[in-house]
Each structure stands twice: as C-alpha cells, then as structure tokens.
C-alpha cells in the first residue's frame, strides 16, 4: 500500500509501505475516507521537527473511514468512525492503532462530521476553563481553529468574540463562525481596537490560536486586562525567546494550555454537536483535493491562498 513522505522541507511523495498488522490488544486497522489539514500538521511539512525525520506516513490525523479489522470488541469491520492516529501518523492507505483511538459516526454530511476533530480539540480546552458567560473574549488568529473557537464561544455564552487576524479574507469569514467584532492588524491598532470595544476593560479572556513560527503571545498579554485568563492553544515552537514574562507576571495573568483531548469526553460531545446541528463549521471548509494532489493541498493550506482554512483530502475507496 502507500503512505506519505516528507522526504525533504515542503515536499511530499508516495511509497510503498506493508500492510498494518494488528500487533496488539484491542486494535484497529483503520481505512481512511476523508481527511483534513490541520495547522499542526505544518511543522512536520515544514520540516520543523528535525530530529523526527524522515517518518513516513506523517503528517495528517483528522480523518474519518472504515474499519476493515479488528482484535477488539468496540467495533466490526465494516464499521465507519472517526479516528485519530498516534503522532499524525495517518498519512496512507491504512494504519494500526489503538481502539480507544476512534469513535463511532453520528449521522450527517462526512466533511462536517469530519470536523468533531478539530471541535474536539477546542472542547478540550474549553473545559478547563470557568463559566464563560458574558465574557469579552479575542481569539488571536482566524485559521480554522480560531473560527472553531469562535463558534464554541459563542455556544459557551461570550459577550464579545473579537476576531484578530491580517488575512482579510478569514476576518471575512469570521462573523459566520460566531465573531461580534473583526480587527486586522496592521490596517488597526489591536490594542487600541480591543480597549474600544471594551470600554477600556480589555479581555477577561484571550485566545492565541496562532503558535508556531508566528506566534503572538506578548499581544495577547497587552489584550487581556488584569488578572484575565491567557488560553495558548496554538502549537508552540519550542522556545519563546522573546517572551516577555515580566509584563506577564504583573499583570498577574492565568495562563492555560491544552492538548491531548479525550475521546471519551471531547470528541464524543463534538461530533453530538455536529450531528444535532447546535454548531454549524461549514462556513470553514473551503477546499476539497484528491489524496494524489495532497502535495497541491498542502502548499495552498500552507500559503494561505485562495481564502483556504479547512482543506479536506479524499481517499480513494476500494
């Protein structure tokens, strides 16, 4: 069968791999149908994470298919599930993994059911936060998850959903996911745009959905007024050399971190969601490209093109 490689910063091809085995207890060989990328799929694209390199079978872990074996007593062959692979180690035909590491299918439209991932990654960082009702709230960062942020917020009861962005085609796109309010830096000043907007109180909360290379937590410390509360849920590098900790420390801020979701929890109640249709992610999904063009896929995704947030990949179905 096959399976992706990053054999070299940016680029991608397809090898042939052997068949998964089913090698412990209580696994599944998943097939994947329909996937999606993500932001943190990126560093390994980008080749970011060195020391991991070559891996083939990186970088994709939203996904929804079938299974097609199993040694466990959760699911048939046959069955269709959502599926999360270990260390975004989905990129190929089929894959092992763990049970506990899908759930079943409610019912719906695959590309927005495929969106229980991601909303189960915001759900998990949501809980770990007080009551949010009435809360003036910005989420730093309208990439697909900073527009699933909004929309969970919005479930959650936030006053304010001030959406921070310089791409102004995803600031376009916000309103629908839930924002009350859009700033563009640069055409803004965010600081003085947010005091407006809360009557100079600032943010009880503040969301970075950025990470990476481009991360802007000393902004979102500025935005968050007095002992508020600082979400980093964005994929951190792997050291914030110019952090400024002292502007932290005074301003006596609350600083969350989330990863890790649990599927008996999180994804669960977002894929309820979904499929009950109390949130509605559609208005994220831009782009569809078969798996043979996942190196086009990427590079838009990447690049920010052509107003992409969620790029879904089709797998082929045998």
């Not at 970011?48 to 929804?64: A, K, N």
């Not at 977002?270 to 949130?279: F, L, N, P, Y």
């Amino acid at each position: 069968m096959l399976a992706g490689e990053i054999y070299e910063p940016r680029k991608l091809r397809f090898v042939e791999v052997d068949e998964p085995q089913l090698t412990a207890a209580n696994q599944i060989v998943f097939q994947p149908e329909l996937g999606c990328l993500c932001g943190s799929d990126l560093p390994y694209f980008d080749r970011d994470y060195h020391e991991f390199f070559p891996q083939v079978g990186q970088s994709l872990h939203e996904m929804i298919g079938r299974v097609v074996d199993t040694n466990g007593d959760r699911f048939a062959a046959g069955d269709r599930v959502l599926c999360v692979p270990v260390s975004h180690f989905g990129l190929c035909e089929r894959f092992a993994v763990s049970q506990e590491n899908a759930i079943p299918l409610l019912p719906g439209e695959d590309e927005h059911l495929l969106m229980a991932q991601p909303l189960g990654t915001v759900i998990c960082a949501l809980r770990k936060l007080p009551n949010l009702m009435n809360w003036n709230v910005v989420v730093m960062g309208q990439g697909p998850m900073g527009q699933i942020f909004n929309a969970a917020l919005r479930m959650a009861g936030a006053k304010q959903i001030i959406a921070v962005d310089p791409v102004p085609e995803r600031l376009a796109v916000s309103p629908r996911t839930g924002a009350t309010a859009t700033i563009q830096p640069g055409e803004q000043d965010v600081v003085e745009a947010v005091a407006d907007l809360t009557g100079g109180q600032m943010a009880d909360l503040v969301v970075e959905v950025v990470g990476h290379r481009e991360q802007q937590v000393n902004l979102c410390v500025e935005l968050c007024r007095r002992a508020g509360k600082l979400l980093l849920f964005g994929v951190p590098c792997e050291k914030l050399d110019d952090l400024n900790i002292t502007r932290l420390f005074w301003k006596n801020l609350t600083v969350h971190t989330s990863v890790a979701p649990d599927f008996a929890i999180d994804f669960p109640l977002a894929m309820q969601w979904i499929s009950e249709g109390r949130i509605d992610l559609r208005p994220i999904i831009t782009h569809r490209y078969p798996l043979a063009e996942i190196q086009a896929a990427f590079d838009l995704f990447r690049d920010r093109r052509d107003g992409a947030l969620k790029v879904l990949i089709d797998f082929p179905r045998t």
